[in-house]
């Protein structure tokens, strides 16, 4: 079983959130969600964020919280990072530097179907989701394959299984 820290990533409705938190308790360690912890920072919503001050500095707040968590020295925890952190090739080399990553890989069709209902994700908020999603998907590829240490299938299967998957997947480490 590894003693580093676990980073979470992958696209939206891939799981990081949930599969974070449960891994996290099995584990006994912290776990910390990227998202929340920038919404609470900014007293805003990711949603008022994009609107209000735009993406870009949604993103750099994304960067200085990698900064300051590969800065930190704190002990083993589990991150959930947002969807789009490894557009930045920065963000990538800094959760390197902070754990494990692993990429909770799934397909478009899967994406549409958990956030058929989404109103959080400013990213989704498109006339047409689908191609949104699909566009999305294929610019991020490389950025997601690049940033992986490993990488997780999470279709067809339930949080639980995922979890138990996962927990695998790091004990053998
Ligand atoms: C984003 C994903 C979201 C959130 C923001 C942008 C993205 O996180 O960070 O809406 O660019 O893919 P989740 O992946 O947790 O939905």
Redesign the pocket.
């Known amino acids: 079983m590894t003693d580093k820290s676990v980073v979470l990533i992958?696209?939206?409705?891939?799981g990081?959130?949930a599969l974070g938190r449960i891994i996290a308790k099995q584990l006994g360690i912290p776990h910390s969600d990227?998202?929340q912890l920038?919404e609470s920072r900014a007293g805003m919503t990711?949603?008022e964020i994009?609107a209000g001050e735009g993406?870009e500095a949604?993103r750099d707040m994304?960067t200085g919280l990698l900064r300051e968590i590969a800065q930190s020295g704190k002990g083993q925890a589990v991150y959930?990072?947002?969807?789009?952190?490894v557009?930045r090739p920065e963000n990538r080399a800094l959760m390197r530097r902070i754990g494990t990553v692993i990429l909770l890989d799934i397909t478009p069709e899967s994406v549409l179907s958990r956030l058929s209902r989404d109103t959080?994700?400013?990213?989704?908020q498109a006339p047409d989701r689908k191609a949104r999603v699909e566009e999305?998907m294929r610019s991020?590829r490389p950025a997601y394959l690049d940033a992986a240490d490993y990488i997780l299938e999470v279709d067809n299967r339930t949080k639980d299984e995922n979890a138990n998957r996962l927990m695998k997947l790091l004990e053998e480490l």
């Not at 992958?10 to 891939?14: A, E, Q, V």
């Open positions: 992958g696209f939206m409705g891939s990081k959130s990227m998202d920038i990711i949603s994009f993406e949604f994304e959930s990072t947002g969807g789009g952190v557009i959080k994700r400013p990213l989704l999305l991020r």
